[in-house]
Structure formats: C-alpha cells, structure tokens
C-alpha cells in the first residue's frame, strides 16, 4: 500500500489521505489500533509498529471488515460463484459494457 502511495505520488497524482487497509482478522485490527501491551504481544514483530507509525502520521487507518465482506477474499480463498459475483463488481464496476458472471456449474 505504500509503495503503490509513493508510486503514484511520484507519477504527480493526487492520492487521498488517510489510505484505508480493511481486514477481516478483528484481533490483528485491535492490536493495530491499540496502544496497549500485554503478555503476549510484547513480542510482536517491528512490523507492527510501523503500521502504527503510519497510522500516527495520518497516512494509514485500519478497519475491520466481516468476513462476508471482504473483497480480497475472491484473490486469497476458494469461493463459490455467487460469493465472486458479489464480489467483483468492486473490482470492474458496474459497466454496461463489462459483463462478469461466473456459474457454479458451467455447462459442458
């Protein structure tokens, strides 16, 4: 996310600040955005301390999204076509042109 940030910067395009990360782990999230230490975080690795960096400087902002809603999952995870179907038209927009369906049983 920061690189494609400095890329675009770069490149002299305008980027809207804060960069929104959403993420389906609500206890990676929690962590992300809380300050406090405990037992078994105390050990984490630096990389999440510069996401906190980043955070602190106004760059960056962690969100949970549920599961059901999270767009990168057609990427990642296996899904079912109607669960891709939901999912892509974050990704082509709604084009009258761009047709995108995918049946869970394509004809033969």
């Given amino acids: 996310m920061l690189y494609a940030y400095n890329i675009l910067?770069?490149?002299g395009l305008k980027v809207e600040l804060p960069m929104i990360l959403?993420?389906?782990n609500k206890g990676a999230v929690d962590l992300a955005n809380s300050w406090s230490v405990g037992g078994r975080?105390?050990?984490?690795d630096v990389r999440m301390h510069f996401l906190r960096e980043l955070k602190s400087q106004g760059l960056l902002v962690?969100?949970?999204v549920p599961g059901d809603?999270?767009?990168a999952d057609i990427f990642t995870t296996n899904t079912t076509a109607a669960?891709?179907?939901k999912h892509v038209r974050n990704f082509v927009g709604n084009d009258e042109y761009v047709?995108?369906?995918?049946q869970d049983n394509?004809?033969?």
Avoid: A, Y
């Fill in 9 to 11: 910067k770069s490149l």
């Fill in 22 to 24: 959403e993420m389906d």
């Fill in 41 to 44: 975080t105390r050990h984490i």
């Fill in 62 to 64: 962690i969100k949970h």
């Fill in 69 to 71: 809603d999270n767009d």
């Fill in 83 to 85: 669960v891709f179907n």
């Fill in 99 to 102: 047709e995108v369906e995918v």
């Fill in 106 to 108: 394509p004809p033969s």
